[in-house]
């Protein structure tokens, strides 16, 4: 490839992830803003309640990741004649709305026995139960919204039109923040406001992504288009069932992060909410170039353009490892500032200090996991994603077992310990998964 090919491959690159990482920043910051206005009240379990609720929460909504990755993965591959009107991409993009819809519809049926089941399984504390479920119990509505924001997400990272996207995503933060802020601060809402105003946010940015899309598929013969096909929902069912275990095994891992430290006591589930927070502006980050990757990649893979694909994973490997590197340094000058505006609850602050070197390693090798998921994205091989995460949280769950059995006295250590090395696990065997496709 010569270096002015490259040179436009890295450009292009540059101007997907980059508006992404922009905006993707700011979406940990709902979490932040939750997490700071509620670290400020007189007592942890407030903190941990809205942590445990929001994790289940999370672990119910980022099982139907695979609606944006799938989504993503099938039309990059599809759209890379870049013909705007190919009826099969336009067939999957509405298959996959009709699936969001069902799938949005059976978790507001199963909101009560679901929230039910996880308070059983998390064991923690009457006052963080409590309220855990007040903001499941507002927050589960916002699903509808939810999902097909993935989807439509998706669509539009395929397309490589980011700019929807980041508008999108802004949209939804800053209306989220300044209604967690008015609802919990100045209506003194607690839990409750936090809840309804990530809601409210959600279908704010449904309504937008709408209005974007609606021109394009008016111009559509879109009656035809949206009749359901066996054969498309066996396709699209056979993917999403292979990274759906993928998003399971990777949430029942971040679950127990919570559960575990919820067991261990108040204030450390609340230490841990805040280093997960860390977690998540890092993750949300390096998923700018993971975006960019798996729309790159899946249209290299459109066009069986081989020296292009290969071009696009060394890229996106040099930009996510530096900016892995950067969150890393970050942490490590000015992670107790970032402590200390997040909770001034003292023994919040000694016990999350105590654990943060954890987060700087972590930071420091999860890079490479987020680069090589948008590399399969693109490339739509479920089955690598789905049998690497099973290896991955099975050492999680190993270390973890040991370190909380074996060796108690390391406590919340062992639980870092065990995430660090989940991640680690991750990224390498991704990897070695990669080399043997391309060898």
Partial sequence: MSIVTSIANQRKLLLLALPMILSNITTPLLGLVDT????HLEHAYYLGGIALGSMIISITFWLAGFLRMTTTGV???????????????????????????????????????????????????????HYAGVYFDIRIYSAPAALINMVLLGFFVARQQVRWVVYQLFTINVI??????????GLEWGVAGAALASVIADYCGLVLLCWI?????????????????????????????????RSLALQLCLAAVTVTGAKLG?????????????????????????????????????????????????????????IGGCFALGLWLWGELWINFMTTIEPVQQATLQYLP?????????WLSFLM?????GLTNGKAMRNTMIIAAAVFFVVLFLSQSVSPSLNNHGLWLAFFCFMLTRGVSLSWCYREINH
């Fill in 266 to 322: 108040d204030v450390t589930i609340a230490a841990n909410a805040i280093l997960l927070n860390m977690f998540m502006f890092a993750s949300y980050g390096l998923d700018g170039f993971a975006y960019a990757a798996e729309s790159l990649v899946g249209e290299a893979k459109g066009k069986k353009d081989s020296q292009r694909l290969q071009q696009v994973v060394f890229s996106c490997a040099v930009f996510c490892g530096a």
């Fill in 75 to 129: 039309l990059a591959q599809a759209f890379a004649n870049d013909d705007s009107s190919n009826e099969l991409a336009w067939r999957l993009f509405f298959h996959s709305i009709f699936i969001a819809m069902a799938l949005a519809l059976s978790l507001l049926i199963l909101q009560q026995p679901l929230i039910e089941g996880a308070l059983w399984l998390a064991g923690a504390s009457s006052q963080v139960s």
């Fill in 176 to 185: 989220n923040i300044a209604l967690d802020l008015f609802f919990v601060v």
């Fill in 213 to 245: 899309i609606s021109p394009t598929i008016k111009q559509l013969a879109w009656r035809r288009l949206v009749q359901v096909q066996p054969a498309l929902i066996k396709r699209l069912v056979g993917l999403n069932r292979d990274i759906f275990i």
């Fill in 36 to 39: 700071a206005v509620i670290g």
């Fill in 373 to 377: 998921d948008g590399v399969f994205i």
């Fill in 358 to 366: 954890w987060m700087i390693a972590i930071c420091a090798i999860a």
